[in-house]
């Protein structure tokens, strides 16, 4: 007979390894390799050095704490010790071992200073979640009443140096709890011969020889009420060299106080204007009534069915094993080759608590078995070729507590693996497929296998009544059959991924118009975010017409449309989205003209066009547009109409007009203008002195900037000259007197507004 209700078959690595290999009680860390597990969190200025914990250094104002965040269950009561040393400096403040619940997830320390990092302070809370602080405080602020939370008789800033504190929890105000000063005798003090500093002296000692040696041991025994503990604390010290001594400093204290399920342990210290090294090492916690405590009981476990060549998943349960102690949880299973090696681990109780990852793993001729971190969850991998094998190992079951079963037997049989199965879709062995919503999709399993059954799973999860050969697929999912053979072991398919995707949002780019009729128009290049690569787009006319993709590309006629689109590997399309189509009747098109003053003069032969003349450009265009957008070429632009422009300078300046209609359809018109010269002169023919009219003789000028005019009589005699812009001319006088009428001559030197030298001469006639 064979037993297969345990088993299944897993591929790949079923648990992750784990930082820390410590679950539960005991803890034992001697910090002293300079590792530490991954559940022991700083803060502060915490940090493993030269071979210890150190809360803080030699220096002014600092703190630091550190706790394991790994719960122990508080049913048993807790017993905790370690070395300390505090050294170096000029005596404060001192440290703190702390408890508190397991269940806080946002841990901070209490005020550092005088409370230590477990009490208040002014502006900042207690520890969260506290349940017991003990300090051993060296410069004496932790005892003092100041807060109002009790303290050592006295005024409430007095100081209590060398003294050993309890506080309560954080939910009674962390209230003092009892003290004792271990370096002073009286009602609160120790025996002469008891009495010592709590702190090492001026260096660090490690020798329990040697003197100021220090170690703590921490006792909360379940009280006998059942409710809260008895709180013993004892002391190893050396005070005198090559005699180490134990020194009970609070016995069986009262802690009346109902503790959580769970509490976590910590450290913290503080200095303030004094200062200390404070540093811990060799930290081992375990339970307080270990005489209650009682170890789980195995059984020996026959005939574990397994299959060759595949990862076999068991557990080991409650329905295996007994777990006699209160609350107690399976914390590890450990594997051995014999009872003999189990019995030789027997006692040492660091090594069982801390569940060796050497004995999680264990490796025999015929397979590997391998435990999971926590729990009773292993793997059994036997190797290709050993069907029709037996093997036989041994086991052991530790619980929260650190303790651990006395050791039995665990066989399992080896059968025949199935050859291997297939998944098919839609009669393809494929990966990946995309289902379209309300679509099914056939499913098979084929292989060169008789399988007596079949399983069938979606996401890991074992679909009820699914055990054919074939299965319709309705959602995404990742998919998966199992074959099982004669024997009981499953051959596993390859995973199908089969995935509904999202469709892409569509929007379109408003609005889309063609700008006159039969005008074939590309609609795609109005999808927002469009991409042909991954997806099909279509548009369904009014119609009722599909066009696909570059069918879209078409003449279209006014009116509303749809459009939609789709995976290529995939036959749904998704829902519609709403557009419209306009067409424009009658196209825009842009024309103009233009003339200087608003006149219709623009060539040389009627004058031309200066550099100063203000051009008008006078819009002609058709198809009623709306907006007009000029660019004069010169770097300037207008919206208006019919705009003005003085370009200011020579060249030829390409004018282009965009006319814009209701619809945004554009067209655009150009046409050059050419700017030739920066000034314009006109001389009179002739001039009459005494009439009441054309006085004067000389030029009408438009960018002339200087000049000088010259006026002679036929022999080259000079009659006239001024180099006023302004002036009116000559009138005809010679040296006071009338020159006779008849011809005469003229110069000009000019400068025109861009600099250019004008030069010019002719004759005129004189009338009387």
Not at 30 to 41: C, I, M, R, W
Not at 144 to 168: A, C, E, K, M, W
Not at 316 to 333: F, G
Not at 387 to 399: F, M, N, P, R, S
């Amino acid at each position: 007979m064979f037993v297969i209700a345990h088993l299944v078959i897993v591929t790949g690595v079923l648990w992750s390894a784990q930082a820390n290999a410590q679950v539960g009680f005991p803890y034992c860390e001697t910090l002293q390799d300079g590792n530490v597990q991954a559940t022991t969190v700083f803060g502060g200025q915490a940090t493993l050095a030269n071979g210890v914990l150190r809360l803080t250094d030699n220096s002014i104002g600092v703190g630091g704490h550190v706790y394991i965040d790994i719960p122990f269950s508080s049913s048993f009561g807790i017993k905790a010790s370690f070395e300390y040393f505090v050294y170096g400096g000029t005596g404060a403040d001192g440290l703190t071992i702390f408890l508190f619940d397991a269940a806080v997830t946002n841990f901070y320390p209490g005020e550092f200073g005088g409370a230590i990092g477990y009490g208040p302070g002014e502006n900042t809370p207690g520890l969260s979640g506290g349940y017991v602080g003990i300090g051993l405080d060296t410069w004496g602020n932790y005892g003092n009443q100041t807060g109002g939370s009790g303290g050592f008789p006295g005024g409430p800033f007095d100081l209590h140096p060398h003294s050993v504190v309890i506080r309560g929890p954080s939910n009674n105000g962390y209230r003092f709890i009892a003290g004792k000063k271990v370096n002073e005798g009286g009602a609160l003090g120790l025996a002469a011969n008891d009495r010592f500093p709590l702190s090492s002296g001026a260096q660090r000692v490690t020798d329990p020889n040697t003197v100021g040696y220090r170690k703590v041991f921490v006792d909360l025994k379940p009280a006998a009420s059942g409710v809260g503990y008895e709180l013993s604390l004892d002391m190893q010290v050396t005070t005198t060299p090559g005699m180490p001594r134990m020194v009970s400093i609070l016995e069986s204290v009262p802690y009346p106080y109902a503790s959580p399920s769970n509490l976590k342990i910590g450290f913290a210290a503080a200095t303030g204007g004094y200062t200390n090294f404070h540093e811990i090492r060799n930290l081992q916690v375990d339970v307080s009534d270990e005489e209650s405590l009682l170890e789980p009981i195995g059984t020996d476990l026959q005939e574990w069915a397994s299959c060759e060549g595949q990862e076999n998943e068991f557990e080991i349960d409650a329905s295996s094993i007994t777990l006699p102690n209160e609350n107690s949880r399976i914390q590890c299973l450990q594997f051995y080759e014999s009872l003999e090696d189990i019995e030789a681990e027997a006692g040492d109780l660091c090594s069982q608590g801390k569940c060796r990852p050497e004995n999680r793993k264990f490796e025999f001729p015929q397979g590997t078995v391998s435990a999971a971190e926590e729990g009773g969850k292993f793997t059994f991998f036997p190797f290709a070729g050993t069907d029709g094998e037996k093997v036989t190992l041994y086991y052991t079951v530790t619980d929260n507590y650190g303790k651990s079963s006395s050791g039995n037997a665990l066989t399992f049989s080896i059968n025949t693996s199935p050859e291997a199965i297939l998944l098919l879709a839609d009669n393809l062995p494929l990966e990946r497929w995309n289902l379209c919503p309300g679509e099914e999709l056939q499913l098979t399993a084929v292989g060169e296998e008789d399988y007596v059954s079949h399983e069938w799973y979606i996401d890991e999860t074992l679909q009820d009544g699914a055990d054919g050969m074939q299965f319709t697929a309705t959602q995404p999912g990742s998919y998966q059959v199992w074959g099982y053979n004669s024997q009981g072991c499953p051959a596993k398919s390859s995973l199908l991924e089969i995935e509904q995707p999202p469709f892409p949002e569509l929007d379109i780019i408003m609005p889309v118009v063609a700008c006159f009729p039969e005008q074939q128009l590309n609609v795609r290049q109005y999808i927002l975010d469009i991409d042909e690569t991954q997806f099909d787009y279509r548009i369904k006319k009014s119609d009722g017409e599909f066009l696909v993709n570059g069918e879209m590309d078409t003449v279209y006629t006014d009116g509303d449309y749809e459009l939609s689109v789709k995976f290529k590997d995939m036959d749904c399309w998704s829902e519609p989205f709403g557009f419209k189509i306009t067409v424009v009747d009658v196209p825009v098109e842009a024309s103009f003209d233009y003339g200087i003053n608003g006149s219709d003069r623009k060539s040389d032969e009627q004058g031309g066009v200066l550099i100063d003349d203000p051009i008008w450009f006078t819009d002609a265009s058709s198809g009623q547009p709306v907006a007009w957008n000029w660019d004069f070429g010169d770097g300037e632009t207008s919206s208006q109409k019919n705009p003005a422009h003085v370009f200011g300078e020579k060249g030829d300046f390409l004018v282009t007009l965009t006319a814009v209609n209701e619809a945004g359809c554009e067209s655009v018109a150009s046409m050059n203008v050419g700017i030739n010269r920066s000034y314009r002169v006109m001389f009179p023919t002739g001039f009459t002195p005494t009439s009441d009219q054309n006085t004067h003789f000389r030029p009408k000028t438009k960018g002339i900037v200087e000049m000088e005019l010259l006026v002679f009589n036929g022999w080259g005699e000079l009659l006239f000259q001024s180099d006023d812009l302004n002036t009116l001319g000559w009138d005809g006088n010679v040296n006071g007197s009338a020159a006779p009428p008849g011809s005469y001559v003229f110069r000009v030197n000019m400068v025109a507004s861009d600099g250019e030298a004008v030069v010019m001469s002719g004759k005129f006639l004189m009338v009387r």
